[in-house]
């Protein structure tokens, strides 16, 4: 993993291209508790770093390849993410104290560094992190798999009775939604 020590960075910056392999981003990832993605592909970095006093100022670039997992049929997908980013990194020692617990847009695009050396891999596995689909599909309009037989409705409809719900309530006489049967 790439790591920069302060003392590197020249007063007229940074200007850094670095490319992480699957082998060391799979070693990285063992460290969190559930991951439901892998790396298909390098990640591929790109930086620029410079100080303003006790701060450290990075504009970068990352991109890579991951495979998922569609979360309505489980088909396996292949997603290539792109992502530019600004951070300031701030002396952890300068870190907001518990009772600063609101935060602003500024603070969103801060994070901290410590012993005088930036993480700058694990800096570039969080943006890519950050561009993950809460929901993977393998398409918008994904018809999911059939919950009485598993049949992948994406290749055709399945053989199976198909119940109709309803909401609970008799059906009303006007053609409306039927009254509260308790006050509102």
Request: charged share 20%; net charge negative.
């Amino acid at each position: 993993m790439f790591t920069l020590k302060l003392d590197d960075i020249p007063a007229e910056g940074l200007n850094l291209n670095w490319t992480e392999e699957r082998s060391s981003l799979s070693t990285y990832l063992e460290n969190f508790s559930q991951i439901d993605f892998g790396f298909e592909g390098p990640l591929q970095s790109e930086a620029r770093v410079w100080k303003a006093g006790q701060s450290v100022l990075i504009n970068g670039r990352v991109q890579t390849t991951l495979h998922l997992q569609c979360v309505r049929c489980l088909k396996e997908i292949v997603l290539p993410i792109s992502s530019t980013f600004e951070l300031t990194l701030l002396p952890l020692k300068e870190a907001p104290s518990a009772e600063e617990a609101e935060l602003g847009e500024e603070d969103m695009e801060s994070n901290f560094y410590q012993g005088g050396e930036i993480h700058l891999s694990e800096i570039a596995c969080e943006q890519i992190f950050l561009e993950i689909p809460f929901k993977p599909l393998c398409q918008e309009d994904c018809k999911g798999l059939c919950p009485a037989c598993g049949k992948d409705l994406n290749l055709g409809s399945c053989e199976c009775v198909k119940k109709e719900f309803g909401s609970g309530h008799p059906p009303s006489q006007g053609g409306g939604v039927p009254a509260c049967p308790a006050p509102c």
